[in-house]
């Protein structure tokens, strides 16, 4: 199955400032998912990103909060822009699913302060 | 629209004890389900799936079509299976390429 590394794994971030998370996997995949987990919630699909093209952002979600790059098949970033002690949660990244599953991240845990 | 339900927010067992983790599910078509665990602080990785009828760490699940579950168990809970559980539906639908998670049940084996 693929390796996903992500990082940073945790931070501490002051309000209104933005903080880029990185996904690194170790083959090509067309596409890679970014997902949000609240404190004490499931996960949520944040925006899905396919190489050469606009991410696909779910409702509730925009491009401005969370712009999101997939410049290659193996790498993507999510930003979580103009932060607010709302957005402190896990974010993880995923990719599309291989003969073992759906492979995922091991997680940014922000903290907004 | 295609859902996920665990019931149950937190179950706590003590060690030695049978474990059942609850899903129930709505999808249209044929589902192929999993589970999916996270250890404290661990990445989120898979347990199984219902395709494979495989066993791991004990548990298994059997995928029930007519109550539309497909209840997690384990027949004697250790300490090192705390951790939350999630449930989750593959897509369903042109368009349609992530997973569908259910809330998560907590489970804390008391030793």
């Known amino acids: 199955s693929a390796v996903i590394s992500q990082k940073p794994s945790r931070d501490i971030c002051q309000r209104g400032t933005s903080l880029t998370i990185q996904c690194q996997v170790d083959s090509q995949v067309t596409m890679m998912f970014w997902y949000r987990q609240q404190p004490g919630q499931s996960l949520t699909l944040i925006a899905t990103?396919?190489?050469?093209?606009?991410?696909?952002?779910e409702s509730g979600f925009v491009i401005d909060k969370f712009p999101i790059s997939r410049p290659n098949l193996t790498f993507s970033t999510l930003t979580v822009s103009n932060m607010s002690p709302e957005d402190s949660s896990i974010y993880l990244c995923?990719?599309?699913?291989?003969?073992?599953?759906?492979?995922f991240g091991s997680g940014t845990r922000l903290t907004v302060v | 629209a295609q859902r996920v339900t665990q019931p149950e927010k937190l179950l706590s067992v003590f060690k030695g004890a049978p474990v059942e983790l609850k899903c129930n599910y709505s999808?249209?078509?044929?589902?192929?389900l999993f589970w999916y665990v996270q250890y404290s602080r661990q990445r989120l990785q898979l347990l199984l799936r219902h395709i494979s009828r495989e066993s791991i760490k004990g548990f298994t699940a059997d995928l029930n079509k007519g109550e539309t579950s497909f209840h997690l168990k384990k027949p004697f809970a250790q300490e090192e299976d705390s951790a939350m559980y999630y449930c989750a539906l593959p897509p369903n639908g042109a368009g349609s390429y992530q997973l569908t998670f259910g809330k998560g049940t907590k489970l804390s084996v008391i030793p």
């Open positions: 995923s990719v599309e699913r291989t003969a073992y599953g759906y492979t």
């Open positions: 999808y249209s078509g044929s589902p192929e």
């Open positions: 990103a396919n190489q050469g093209s606009e991410a696909t952002y």
